[in-house]
């Protein structure tokens, strides 16, 4: 078990406007299931906090397709602590089916800083990204974002 993600990534904006949007491919088995949380590693040097987006993705061909729920999470989750977990209980997110979590970070119009936080990863696996709401999904190899959902079966 580890404590701390061994990969670090930046999400990196060139506009204030710009979103960042990181994915991560869960695997139920395809068992239904009603998704509890979502935890995610997070750390800033620059602000203490930022705004996020929780979506669900269908899995389509391998990559983060039509969105599963169409419910709007939105948080302000702390840049401080590392590991931030996002209770989802009270949504009442049912899937049942394989999905990718989306964390998409929403700017602050005021902030013109270029890398506001890094995202914790693991080696191995795959990464998907994509840097405004209805860009093409990239995938990249090598790492995997350090992101988990608790579910009840």
Do not use: H, M
């Not at 078990?1 to 061994?6: A, D, G, I, K, Y």
């Not at 669900?56 to 419910?71: F, I």
């Amino acid at each position: 078990t580890s404590r701390n993600p061994f990969l670090y990534g930046s999400a990196e904006t060139t506009q204030s406007e710009d979103i960042s949007e990181l994915g991560k491919y869960i695997n139920l088995n395809n068992k239904t299931s009603e998704i509890l949380s979502a935890t995610v590693y997070l750390r800033s040097i620059k602000r203490d906090s930022a705004t996020f987006r929780i979506n669900l993705y269908k899995n389509e061909n391998g990559l983060p397709g039509e969105r599963l729920v169409e419910k709007s999470i939105i948080r302000r989750l702390p840049l401080t602590q590392g590991w931030v977990t996002v209770p989802l209980e009270a949504y009442g997110l049912v899937v049942n089916e394989d999905f990718f979590l989306g964390i998409e970070y929403l700017p602050e119009y005021s902030n013109q800083e270029k890398y506001v936080f890094i995202y914790g990863a693991a080696l191995g696996g795959s990464f998907y990204s994509r840097k405004a709401s209805l860009a093409d999904w990239e995938k990249g190899v090598g790492g995997r974002l350090a992101a988990y959902v608790t579910v009840r079966q």
